[in-house]
């Protein structure tokens, strides 16, 4: 399975913006990145994903390397409530043994100073 | 509301017991998947299921069994095998496909005494 590499940790100000980095160099050319959240004691909760183009909805942008080896997910503005684990995932399009596996790595723990 | 239901949300149960941890979702997912998380760690795949009827080990399955008899549950039991049960435990639903979101229930906390 292709895995995916981020900081332990990083640290930010409350309403900087925050750039969260993750390398998968070992991406197959049909890998979806994907980057979900969590808040303490709770599931994970959707961010954002992509595959090719950089991608913009509510929550955060994603903007992908043009060799798509590396990615990184935009807060444009942080906030307390954005203080969590966030995790880069690769997502397997259909075929093959991995087929709809969804494997989360260690993550990164964003801390958000006021 | 649709969503994806875990209950209980903390659960007790005395060592070398079974257990088994409900997963429900009424979002019409076929896809059901089953994490476990230690303190501190991220999420380990346990099972996860494409289908109804079918459904494929993760990295750890080692100490647990599931079935998927309908769609719209995913139960997991923890067996006495399962060497260290202590942990928090997560499922998730989505559409199969890469270009699709995973929705994840609230968890349940197993502790094992």
């Known amino acids: 399975d292709a895995k995916t590499t981020q900081p332990n940790s990083m640290e930010s100000n409350e309403e900087e913006p925050v750039h969260l980095p993750c390398n998968h160099s070992?991406?197959?050319?049909?890998?979806?990145i994907h980057w979900y959240r969590q808040l303490p004691s709770q599931g994970p909760e959707y961010v954002i994903h992509?595959?090719?183009s950089n991608v913009n909805n509510r929550m955060a942008s994603l903007a992908i390397a043009e060799d798509r080896k590396s990615s990184t997910l935009i807060l444009h503005r942080a906030t307390l409530r954005d203080a969590a684990v966030y995790y880069c995932?690769?997502?397997?399009?259909?075929?093959?043994?991995?087929?709809?596996?969804?494997?989360f790595g260690q993550g990164t723990i964003l801390t958000v100073h006021p | 509301d649709g969503g994806i239901t875990q209950s209980p949300k903390y659960l007790f149960r005395k060592e070398g017991q079974n257990v088994t941890l409900s997963c429900e979702q009424n979002l019409n997912h076929d896809a059901m998947y089953w994490y476990r998380q230690d303190p501190g760690q991220g999420l380990r795949l346990i099972y996860y299921s494409q289908i109804v009827n079918d459904f494929q080990k993760g990295d750890i399955a080692e100490g647990y069994s599931v079935s998927r008899e309908k769609k719209e549950s995913f139960p997991l039991t923890v067996t006495s095998a399962q060497k260290n049960p202590t942990a928090f435990y997560l499922c998730a639903s989505s559409i199969t496909g890469a270009n699709t979101e995973a929705f994840f229930g609230q968890g349940t906390r197993l502790t094992v005494v």
């Open positions: 070992t991406i197959s050319g049909t890998d979806y």
């Open positions: 992509g595959l090719t």
């Open positions: 995932i690769l997502r397997v399009v259909a075929g093959g043994t991995s087929y709809g596996k969804l494997t």
